[in-house]
């Protein structure tokens, strides 16, 4: 049974910096697109990040340079590293999964994703 499970959500100031954590199981992340959505309340959920084979990413424009994802294969975990936190960062943030690469439609493309976690809360202050 696949489960995925976030943590490290939290307030932060402006500027500051959270780690997000995506702990897996069920399955192996590494043949697996692990990526990283946020949703606020009213708006369609976006990508923010991904990765597959714990080497190849992907970033939202809105993120690059800022956010950095990875993957720990040994812990079946994937990490969100975000830095430099704006005040519209702020969002409900999702761990999901789907087999295989990422499609190059991953960040809008959030319905084929099959597996998520239940969200941590992420909020910016200016």
């Known amino acids: 049974q696949v489960q995925l499970v976030e943590s490290g959500g939290g307030s932060v100031q402006a500027g500051g910096s959270l780690r997000l954590s995506c702990a897996a199981s069920?399955?192996?992340?590494?043949?697996?697109?692990m990526a990283w959505f946020r949703q606020v309340t009213g708006k369609e959920r976006e990508g923010v990040a991904a990765i597959y084979a714990g080497r190849i990413t992907y970033y939202a424009d809105s993120v690059k340079g800022r956010f950095t994802i990875s993957q720990d294969n040994a812990k079946n975990t994937v990490y969100l590293q975000m830095n430099s936190l704006k005040s519209e960062d702020s969002a409900m943030y999702y761990c999901a999964t789907q087999w295989g690469t990422c499609p190059s439609t991953w960040k809008r493309d959030w319905i084929g994703f099959d597996y998520w976690g239940q969200g941590t809360q992420v909020t910016v202050s200016s």
């Open positions: 069920g399955y192996s992340t590494s043949t697996y697109c």
